[in-house]
């Protein structure tokens, strides 16, 4: 079921990316706990440009950047464990293990400078990869992470936020994934995703999502002793505490007019913002 449900997203992405299909070089790489990791590699140049995906998503997410940012850079996508084409023998779908996956393929391409971006949950992911990849990180990229970091959850918000998705995980995601989009959103695109991300397998999913929401209690912790440059480019589907990213070296890019896949609702708008944010931290 899932394979099907992914042959539908894969060929929205067509669409995402202007009807042209990405083919990198593809591969496979240990994690650090043994777990396989698929990734692919296109263009090349410095800094490496390497996107992380969301929570119950994949790497044909980001279809929409990878052909373009190629042409002047390299660019590196993976699915992380449990998702996609990686494999699943995992049993804790931590924020840190996560990063594991994403130092794996950086460590086995030989990157030296990378940009890390990341979507969602990646955006965890990537503070934790870079916390592994100290000195070749050049600066992070979150799309629609964090609208503050002032007020972290508590255990009980995280609990009583993941306790429907145990009673009934798929109605309970595309419930959620139907709240991310705007009342004008593309109703078709929203059902695609709705449907691909309520497929993922619900073991990964609950586990990966207690661990993400959780980590905004770590994340000032991360940022602070990571003393990067951090750009967060987020939607104005809901205010953003501009001071509170601020405190932690970030600063601030917002889109208006769509909804938390900002990245595949609008690619070319997305696309200037990202070049920005990279030309940002470059400088």
Known sequence: MRTLIHLLITTV?????????????????SSPD?????YEVLGEGDPALVFVHGWSCDRNYWVGQLLPFSAKLKVV??????????GSERHQY???AFGGDVEAVVNKLGLEKVILVG???????????????????VGLIMVDTYKQLRTPRTPE?????????RENFVVQTRSLVREMFLPGSDKSLVERIALDMSAAPTDVALSALEYAFSYSR????????????????????????????????GEVIIMPGVGHF?????????NQLLTTAIEMLIK
């Open 13 to 29: 992405t067509l669409i995402w990316s202007t009807n042209t299909v990405c083919q990198g070089q593809q591969a496979y790489v």
């Open 34 to 38: 043994g777990v396989k990791i698929f």
């Open 77 to 86: 996508a993976l699915d992380l464990a449990g998702h996609g084409e990686s």
């Open 94 to 96: 931590t924020m840190s």
């Open 119 to 137: 979507h969602s949950m990646g955006g965890d992911v990537i503070a934790e990869a870079a916390r592994r990849l100290k000195g070749k990180v």
């Open 157 to 165: 918000q995280v609990e009583k936020f993941i306790t429907p998705f």
């Open 218 to 249: 770590e994340m000032p912790t991360a940022l602070r002793e990571l003393k990067l440059d951090v750009i967060f480019i987020n939607p104005d589907d809901s205010p953003t505490d501009v001071e509170s990213l601020k405190q932690y070296g």
């Open 262 to 270: 900002l990245m595949i609702e609008d690619v070319k708008r997305f």
